[in-house]
């Protein structure tokens, strides 16, 4: 969905650090494991607006952190 040269270039907008990406059955998303914040894709598009991230929990960031893209930036 994303290519991996764009994900090397993407960043969270709220601490400009490496985001993950994350393929779940009901879409891709990226994420953030250090701030535990997740942006949704639309339309193949990063969404990655500080208001639009939502917050994951405990249970979520280890089920995200299994699904993460290996070759992403940690």
């Not at 907008?13 to 994350?22: C, F, K």
Request: proline share 9%; with cysteine.
């Amino acid at each position: 969905m994303i290519d991996e040269t764009l994900l090397s270039i993407l960043v969270c907008p709220a601490d400009r650090g490496p985001l993950l990406l994350v393929e779940k059955p009901d879409g891709a998303l990226l994420y953030n494991p250090r701030l535990r914040r997740a942006y949704r894709i639309e339309d193949g598009i990063p969404v990655l607006l500080v208001d639009e991230g939502t917050a994951v929990s405990d249970d979520e960031h280890v089920r995200l952190m299994a699904r993460a893209n290996p070759a992403a930036p940690q």
